[in-house]
């Protein structure tokens, strides 16, 4: 098995991007006070940016996501305003970046395809995503279109790093994984389909974990 010491990157080098289906209630009060709060649920494709040459995705990196995002209207039409959420998100980054461990000490290495049948990156977290928001919304109807954008902060509360091989596999709790996380998200949709994309600006892993090989 040929090992090489991958200079891969999270931050500023992850993208999600894919299809996120929210569901949004209307609270409608007095005449023209409505709020537009999101219950929301959405699947992306997970891309890894800057990475090495020699290190490929491998079958589907997927994200899914679950919460809630609180309508805070700031002007009297209600078409702008912000949004502060809670939810969920899973993530599997599928790779041939392997790790191993032995004690606390955690190897990073490029598999050769024949060496592996699948490497992975499983992290589960819990979202604070903050918007500012932009909408073409009247108190009568819940078809309008939007546009959100702001960051997500996200709190990693559990992260395993899986190898599979013909011979074994094995997986263990990875704490080089960043336990806090920021990423810039955009939103544009129309009525209760929106399309998705987040960027991350923090690293995945410890500097110490890239420094590894």
Known sequence: MERQ????KHGLNLSLLGILCCFSLAAQQENERYFEDQFYAGIAYNILTERPTDVVQSSLSYHLEAGLVKDIPLNASR???LGLGLGYAADAYY???????E????????LDNADFKRSKFQTHAVDIPLEVRLRSSTADSYKFWRVHAGM???YVFGARSVLVTDDQRSGFKNQDVRQW???AVLNFGYNTFNIHTYYGLTPLLDPEARSMG
């Open 5 to 8: 010491k991958p200079s891969w």
């Open 79 to 81: 078409t702008f305003g």
């Open 95 to 101: 790779s041939n970046i392997g790790v191993t461990q």
């Open 103 to 110: 004690g606390e000490q955690r190897t990073y290495f490029v």
């Open 152 to 154: 997500r902060t996200s």
């Open 181 to 183: 996380q920021v990423g």
